[in-house]
């Protein structure tokens, strides 16, 4: 789900017991009856953090009890295969919440079992459903395309009386790319199809290098493959 403000994860993280929230990076936050973990001095979240985690799952609460995993994208490999050993056993009252700047680094399947939190920002380059017709069609087609396809599916945008306009083609391709990102959201929450958790990260991938300026035309294709 897309949300418009950092300080509605409060009540988000109430309603689940696990969230992941992709937000910008350096985001501050602070939720109240909370355990906190951070990456180690090295930046690595690491198989001994989930222990920690594991710890607090020791008392029975009676109160609701927020487990944060700050730069939960900077977790390794075993840790992420303990973590969803560790989910199979969900306690009363606990609630886990990851904090990520980006969803390419988990894998698929601790993205399957979370319920998915997206930052709207509210900026010149993103638009939701609403966006322009062409638009749409380009997004749709976006998510529908994959190998051989991306390839005319690329020519086609990078060719488009709007791409060619002054100074837009980027602004043009993100829109593309950002709309592509809202539908898939929709459709996996629609049908709990695993393969639009793939299909977004991917796009995230897309839209990060695009705003790093990156060459497009590549990116559509390289990204989404």
């Known amino acids: 789900m897309f949300f418009e403000s950092i300080a509605d994860i409060d009540k988000f993280v109430l309603e689940s017991g696990f969230s992941i929230f992709l937000l910008p990076k350096n985001s501050n936050i602070n939720i109240a009856s909370s355990f906190d973990v951070y990456p180690d001095e090295k930046d690595k979240i690491g198989i001994e953090k989930i222990r920690e985690i594991r710890e607090q799952f020791v008392t029975k609460q009676t109160k609701d009890l927020f487990i944060v995993v700050h730069d939960a994208d900077k977790m390794n490999i075993p840790a992420q295969n303990a973590f969803l050993k560790f989910l199979e056993e969900p306690s009363e009252h606990y609630h886990i919440v990851f904090l990520v700047s980006s969803l390419s680094m988990l894998l698929p399947t601790i993205l399957s079992r979370g319920d998915l939190y997206i930052l709207r920002e509210k900026n010149t380059l993103e638009t939701g459903i609403m966006a322009e017709e062409n638009v749409k069609e380009y997004a ?45 959201y929709k459709s996996y929450f629609k049908t709990k199809n695993p393969v639009f958790i793939k299909k977004i990260s991917n796009l995230l991938i897309l839209s990060e290098n695009l705003k790093k300026n990156g060459n497009i035309k590549l990116h559509l294709i390289a990204d989404l493959c």
């Open 140 to 184: 749709k087609k976006l998510l529908a395309s994959s190998g051989k396809n991306l390839v005319s599916l690329a020519e086609a945008i990078t060719k488009d009386k709007e791409y060619k306009k002054k100074d837009n083609s980027r602004i043009f391709t993100l829109k593309i790319c950002d709309t592509a990102i809202e539908i898939a």
